[in-house]
T-cell receptor
Framework: DAGVTQSPTHLIKTRGQHVTLRCSPI?????VSWYQQVLGQGPQFIFQ???????GRGNFPDRFSARQFPNYSSELNVNALLLGDSALYLC????????????FGQGTRLTVV | AQRVTQPEKLLSVFKGAPVELKCNYS??????LFWYVQYSRQRLQLLLR??SRESIKGFTADLNKGETSFHLKKPFAQEEDSAMYYC????????????FGKGITLSVRP
């Protein structure tokens, strides 16, 4: 099992652009969560999806959106990128939607210039 | 709102020394507490959770509701314990949203 896979691993974008990050959960996992980790900080919750429905949303602006597909993979979209969006974006998958162990991917390193 | 505080950024000890990584939380309900670890060039992974009451790699953590703490301890540190450690909580009855502390770097010297 490859675990949670994220793509791309690294990305450089210009301010104002749009970005799409992708995540494939562990086979059989139906829940995907997204986290933003800024240098020197712990991961901060952005979204959780379970069975293709949004189950939770963190304190992020509407420029951030996500969705989950029928195969349980997920995309995180960020519009109108700001320099402050530069971070490591982590995806985590879990079996169910509530209080089950989260398995993390390696992350996507986004740099906004 | 829930919060997790890890007051130290770095702990450096010699091999064989005891280790205690501090974690305090604020939450009005009954949260579930976790310790996650990230070794160099590896992904974030679960080390232990308070409900399982296990000892993983010699580490233990006891939830103290009176002091709202969940400190991670190991009696004899090993070089391979060097890593970044994050304390996190999930609030009762919610989704799987993890609230993390800022993390602490543990460095075990030979």
């Amino acid at each position: 099992d490859a675990g949670v896979t994220q793509s791309p691993t690294h990305l450089i974008k210009t301010r104002g652009q749009h970005v799409t990050l992708r995540c494939s959960p562990i086979s059989g996992h139906k829940s995907v969560s997204w986290y933003q980790q800024v240098l020197g900080q712990g991961p901060q919750f952005i979204f959780q999806y379970y069975e293709k429905e949004e189950r939770g949303r963190g304190n992020f602006p509407d420029r951030f959106s996500a969705r989950q597909f029928p195969n349980y993979s997920s995309e995180l979209n960020v519009n109108a990128l700001l320099l402050g969006d530069s971070a490591l974006y982590l995806c985590a998958s879990s079996l169910a939607g509530v209080r089950t162990e989260a398995f993390f991917g390696q992350g996507t390193r986004l740099t906004v210039v | 709102a829930q919060r997790v505080t890890q007051p130290e950024k770095l702990l450096s000890v010699f091999k064989g020394a005891p280790v205690e990584l501090k974690c305090n939380y604020s939450y009005s309900g009954s949260p579930e507490l976790f310790w996650y670890v990230q070794y160099s060039r590896q992904r974030l992974q679960l080390l232990l959770r308070h409900i399982s009451r296990e000892s993983i790699k010699g580490f233990t953590a006891d939830l103290n509701k009176g002091e709202t703490s969940f400190h991670l301890k190991k009696p004899f540190a090993q070089e391979e314990d060097s890593a970044m450690y994050y304390c996190a909580l999930i609030q009762t009855g919610a989704n799987s949203k993890l609230t993390f502390g800022k993390g602490i770097t543990l460095s075990v010297r030979p």
